[in-house]
């Protein structure tokens, strides 16, 4: 059994406007390719494990994979999917030090994710009139451990 919150605008946080600005902004930076990586080292390890599970679905290797990799996720996440701090936290990756958090856990219908629950972390400046899109970290959803 998959149990997903869905957002509740609760007026502490982030409304679904904004929220809806920065996932289209995200999806018009990664569709003119102006996207980088928060740390490299971390997320190049999401993809190569993105890879490994789907490999056979997508090419999670190359810039051009990653990229419609990111362009899948984007398509597919709503604002009801946002699941990150209210207010979002700031990121503490060099490259994007103070900026805004947003995160989202969602579950794909893509065949590229296995039609998983997957999360997607990333930061955009302003309303992303101007690049780039800093990509934290894309992957299946990695639940809690009991015990």
Not at 6 to 33: C, M, Q, S
Not at 61 to 79: N, Q
Not at 98 to 121: D, N, Q, R, T
Request: proline residues 4%; charged residues 25%; hydrophobic residues 35%.
């Amino acid at each position: 059994m998959i149990l997903l919150t869905t957002y509740v605008d609760t007026g502490k946080g982030p409304g679904h406007k904004e929220l809806w600005n920065k996932i289209e902004a995200a999806r018009r930076l990664v569709a003119k390719g102006e996207w980088v990586a928060a740390d490299l080292s971390h997320l190049n390890e999401n993809f190569d494990s993105l890879g490994e599970a789907f490999d056979q679905y997508c090419d999670a290797y190359s810039d051009d994979g990653k990229t419609e990799l990111l362009m899948t996720a984007l398509k597919e996440i709503k604002a009801e999917n946002y699941f990150g701090d209210t207010p979002p936290e700031a990121s503490r990756a060099l490259s994007c030090c103070g900026m805004k958090l947003w995160i989202f856990k969602w579950k794909s219908e893509a065949e590229c994710f296995g039609k998983s629950v997957m999360y997607i972390k990333f930061c955009v400046e302003g309303k992303g009139e101007e690049g780039p899109l800093y990509v934290h970290s894309i992957h299946l959803d990695n639940p809690p451990q009991k015990g």
